[in-house]
């Protein structure tokens, strides 16, 4: 038997680049790599089993989309957002977000919106009923991108494409347990009343989404600093 030449079932290298990438954009995502946290090519290509290359190109990947810091000669970091950092980008979220909400209703295009932001709302409950709260702030993201690019705006679309991706460093945090007992509902809130046309409505649940998720972060970075208390941390 004939074995099959090895150029026909090599993996490419821009592959092994995107596994890397989806790795660790779910483990920033996820909290498993900490805020703070330096990156090292070397240990890395050894933990996925690849060379420097597609390491160094997911890296690259990710500090493009926000996900890590690139500072020169010290090197690649996860993040550490600050408070200010989160009410801004919240501010910058809540501003692109009503623009987009408001130019669908304007447009009357809100029916077909919905319809397509219906999608994301029955797979946020499936999650939910499940207790999956990972995949619930997943389809979160995914809600809040199609309702920007269902206001057409390009402009808006790329303005938020850089928004939601700090959103991420946050993800982990606000999906982290059941206490945001409307986080749900509140989607299907801004799906219905966008679907009858009340934006200003539309916007006052948008508005109660975002100050929700501020609560949640900061009761968080509350409970993470007395952990770090209670541990003998620097706090002491």
Not at 106 to 123: H, I
Request: hydrophobic share 45%; aromatic share 4%; charged share 25%.
């Amino acid at each position: 038997m004939t074995s099959e030449p090895a150029s026909a079932i090599r993996i490419p290298r821009a592959t092994f680049a995107s596994i890397v990438t989806e790795r660790l954009r779910a483990a920033i995502v996820n909290g498993s790599l900490k805020p703070g946290s330096q990156l090292s090519e070397v240990e890395l290509a050894n933990t996925f089993g690849v060379s420097r290359g597609p390491v160094r190109e997911a890296l690259q990947r990710l500090v493009q989309e926000g996900l890590l810091l690139s500072e020169p000669h010290r090197g690649v970091f996860i993040p550490v957002l600050t408070d200010d950092d989160i009410l801004d980008i919240y501010l910058a979220r809540e501003a692109l977000e009503s623009a987009a909400i408001r130019l669908i209703v304007a447009n009357g295009t809100s029916a077909a919106a919905s319809e397509a932001l219906d999608q994301y709302v029955t797979e946020m409950e499936k999650a939910e009923a499940a207790g999956d709260w990972e995949a619930v702030g997943n389809f979160d993201l995914e809600f809040h991108l199609a309702l920007v690019a269902a206001s057409g705006s390009q402009r808006l679309q790329r303005m938020f494409s850089t928004v939601i991706s700090e959103t991420r460093l946050c993800l982990g945090a606000l999906t982290a347990g059941d206490d945001r007992v409307d986080l749900v509902q509140e989607h299907r809130q801004i799906c219905d009343l966008m679907q009858e046309g009340e934006t200003e409505q539309a916007l006052a649940v948008l508005g109660k989404h975002f100050d929700g998720a501020l609560v949640t972060l900061a009761g968080r970075q509350r409970a993470d600093a007395a952990t770090v208390d209670g541990r003998g941390g620097p706090h002491d």
